[in-house]
């Protein structure tokens, strides 16, 4: 599968009593990956860059949405990757890995 690079992509994460949610993160391109890494309820997380294998964690990657055009791609790219390295506080409600991918998104 191609990825276009800017897409937003998930993976499932399989949570407590078998309760299954999706991680997110930014493709960035060269099997590259910009993700909010957080867990728990409440943590400290960090924005983070990966290999595509490591962001997919033994799962299925799947695209969740994809950039309007090339300038879009660009654009989510250069705000994921300005945001790369900060600490950041993770809620699952309300600051988390698809608030993220949204925030880049929306540039």
């Given amino acids: 599968m191609a990825i276009k690079?800017?897409?937003i992509i998930q993976r499932r994460v399989k949570g407590l009593f078998g309760k299954v949610f999706v991680h997110t993160g930014i493709y960035i391109g060269n099997?590259?990956?910009i993700h909010f890494?957080?867990?728990?309820?409440?943590?400290?997380?960090?924005i983070r860059e990966v290999s595509l294998e490591e962001f997919a964690g033994g799962?299925?990657?799947?695209?969740?949405?994809?950039?309007r055009d090339l300038r879009h791609a660009n654009e989510i790219i250069?705000?994921?990757s300005s945001m790369?390295?900060?600490?950041?506080?993770?809620?699952?409600?309300?600051?988390?890995?698809?608030?993220f991918t949204k925030e880049c998104y929306d540039v």
């Fill in 5 to 7: 690079k800017g897409s």
């Fill in 31 to 33: 099997g590259r990956v």
């Fill in 37 to 46: 890494d957080g867990e728990g309820i409440f943590d400290k997380g960090e």
């Fill in 59 to 67: 799962e299925k990657i799947e695209v969740r949405r994809k950039p």
């Fill in 78 to 80: 250069s705000k994921a």
């Fill in 84 to 99: 790369k390295g900060q600490p950041r506080n993770y809620s699952f409600f309300n600051n988390n890995c698809q608030d």
